[in-house]
């Protein structure tokens, strides 16, 4: 069976020749006096200007989608390569001293490029790439690990492995994704039934605030620490490593890949397969993947190949699996599974950092109330068949994802059955593939809207859509109205409480983008 698209793609590594990076910046940022300062405390071979031959792959090297460096993108005024904590704080100082933003990039996997690029051309930004900043450190006695915020989630899942087969960590199922953006929005993947979201499982962090402070949980106080679990950082300031709890898994996993065609069941199978999905026990997550006109359902089971069989028989008879469909194997190796759809690769694959540049856009929802048959048999018809169908995936919640307060971490999203991602990727370069393309992710969404969340209309911040909302200015910061727009769509009611975790630690707004959080207006008395 070929791979999908997607599988192939990660094996490319990426061309890009970039012309000159635009070097104007805003009437009151002082760039020059910007580089002066970082230079006392950064090694000049650190500091990565347009002018250098190292800006363009540098600024490549984590960039995940090409629509944010087309021509018309603002790109960032400089790059600092930071290897040393000090250099994340000098960065800061500097900045604020000079007026000068900084994004901060940890895999720059961010759906929208908000980590390297802006679309608005008033942004004006320096670029700190914490890539460097990825050390691991597992204290296997304890069943916990220091991550680097640079670390990639397959070097985090190598690392927990080599230390015993039995540890395992709940995050995504991309290796190339970064610790640092993925935590601090959360983290979904085919633990997260069992265990939770990445961010249910971080017990301390090292964060550098808008004051160029390094700061831990008990320095940093309890509101900043539940806001980094799922608010974004970038907000909020830099977290520079996360200390997180390894979870276990046994030594032995089973994973299976069962795909249907629509004359063999799958519009059945999926209307079924949203009640039963969210209900299984939490060893099993199972979820489906529709591409080129196929449900392919694949799963993770905790545990042998009969229990496996013994629970889907019990669950899920029509699916039909049996024990041929069995792939037992060790955890860690299940997560090269669950990325290139086959355990026929070694698990080093999960150490390589390069991935497949592709043009992106992805919309994301929830789902409360199974959506009725019909009703996926006319989406199916209407849009899966046509050239720039999208990949869907729909990903089940249940288990421990439901047992946590909404309010426990920003992340308020626990009580659906699942959550759909469209998520289109293509290469031809040009207008004519980015509207066809955007339209359908648009027109699918827009024909869900019946069946799917509402009020708010749910997505999950590490998907994020800038067709939300975005900031706009109040004064000298980001307007609290404006961005509830769309802060209430990713935080529900945890929006306002990021806010006013933002006022106590960045009341000044420094750290900004189109959907940082805001701080929120004092209570006019
Ligand atoms: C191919 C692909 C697959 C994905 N699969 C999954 C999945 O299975 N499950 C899931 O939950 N998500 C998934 N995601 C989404 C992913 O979790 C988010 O895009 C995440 O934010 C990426 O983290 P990053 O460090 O790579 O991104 P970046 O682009 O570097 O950062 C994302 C945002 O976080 C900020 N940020 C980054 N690092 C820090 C830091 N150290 N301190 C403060 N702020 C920081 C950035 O400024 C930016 O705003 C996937 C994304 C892609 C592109
Ligand atoms: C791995 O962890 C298991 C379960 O906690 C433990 O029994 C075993 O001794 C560990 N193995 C090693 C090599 O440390
Ligand atoms: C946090 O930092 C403080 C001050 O630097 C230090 O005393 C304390 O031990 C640190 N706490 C932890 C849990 O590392
Ligand atoms: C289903 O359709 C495919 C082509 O789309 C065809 O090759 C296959 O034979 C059909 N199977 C059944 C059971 O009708
Ligand atoms: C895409 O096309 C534009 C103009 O047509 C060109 O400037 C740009 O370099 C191309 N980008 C890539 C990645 O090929
Ligand atoms: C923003 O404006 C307020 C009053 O309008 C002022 O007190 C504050 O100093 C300004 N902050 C910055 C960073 O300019």
């Not at 980094?228 to 030594?251: D, H, N, Q």
Request: glycine letters at 8%; proline letters at 6%; hydrophobic letters at 40%.
């Amino acid at each position: 069976m070929a791979r999908t698209p997607i599988l192939a793609l990660h094996l490319l590594v990426a061309l890009c020749i970039l012309s000159s990076a635009r070097t104007s910046s805003s009437a009151s940022s002082d760039v020059d006096g910007f580089i002066g300062c970082l230079s006392a405390g950064i090694p000049p071979s650190l500091i990565h200007t347009p002018a250098a031959n190292s800006y363009s792959s540098l600024l490549m090297s984590s960039v995940r989608n090409l629509r944010y460096v087309l021509p018309g993108t603002t790109r960032p005024l400089l790059i600092v390569a930071a290897t040393e904590p000090a250099h994340v704080q000098a960065t800061v100082v500097c900045g604020r001293r000079h007026s000068v933003r900084i994004r901060t990039r940890s895999g720059g996997h961010d759906y929208e490029g908000l980590s390297y690029a802006s679309v608005d051309p008033d942004q004006h930004f320096a670029v700190l790439d914490l890539a460097e900043l990825r050390a691991i450190s597992i204290d296997a006695s304890r069943s916990e690990a220091w991550v680097g915020s640079g670390a990639t989630l397959g070097e985090l899942y190598y690392a927990a492995a080599a230390a015993n087969q039995t540890f395992g960590f709940p995050a995504g199922n991309c290796p190339t994704v970064g610790v640092g953006g993925h935590l601090s929005g959360g983290g979904f993947g085919a633990l997260s039934r069992k265990y939770g979201l990445s961010a249910d499982n971080v017990i301390d962090a090292v964060v550098v605030d808008a004051e160029g402070r390094l700061l831990n949980r008990s320095t940093m106080g309890k509101d900043l620490f539940w806001a980094i679990r799922g608010g974004g950082g970038e907000s909020f300031g830099v977290v520079l490593s996360w200390k997180v709890r390894l979870v276990a898994v046994p030594e032995t996993v089973t994973v299976f890949s069962i795909r249907r065609l629509r004359n063999e069941s799958a519009v059945d199978l999926i209307t079924k397969w949203q009640a039963i999905a969210p209900a299984l026990p939490r060893d099993l997550y199972l979820r489906v993947l529709v591409q080129n006109q196929q449900a392919n359902f694949v799963a993770l089971f905790l545990g042998r190949c009969g229990g496996l069989v013994d629970t889907m028989r019990g669950h899920f008879p029509d699916l039909g699996m049996t024990e041929r469909d069995c792939q037992e194997m060790s955890w860690v190796k299940s997560t090269v599974f669950f990325f290139y759809n086959t355990a026929d690769r070694p698990t080093e694959v999960l150490l390589d950092r390069r991935s497949a540049n592709y043009y992106l856009k992805v919309k994301s929802d929830h789902v409360a109330e199974p959506i009725p048959r019909q009703a996926l048999e006319g989406i199916w018809t209407k849009w899966l068949e046509q050239p720039e169908a999208a990949l869907i995936m729909l990903d089940p919640y249940g288990g421990r994802m439901g047992s946590i307060p909404p309010s426990a971490t920003p992340f308020p999203h626990r009580h659906y059955l699942y959550q759909f991602q469209f998520f289109s990727f293509w290469f031809e370069n040009g207008t004519a593939a980015l509207e066809r393309r955007l339209s359908w992710v648009r027109g699918v969404y827009e024909d869900l809207t019946p069946f799917v969340s509402k009020n708010p209309r749910a997505v999950y911040v590490n998907y994020r859509d800038l067709d939300l909302g975005t900031n706009e200015l109040e004064g000298n910061v980001t307007s609290y109205a404006k961005a509830r727009v769309w802060g209430e769509k990713y935080f529900k009611g945890n929006f306002k409480r990021l806010a006013a975790v933002k006022s106590m630690v960045d009341p000044d707004d420094f750290f900004r983008n189109e959907q940082s959080i805001p701080p929120l207006p004092a209570a006019k008395g």
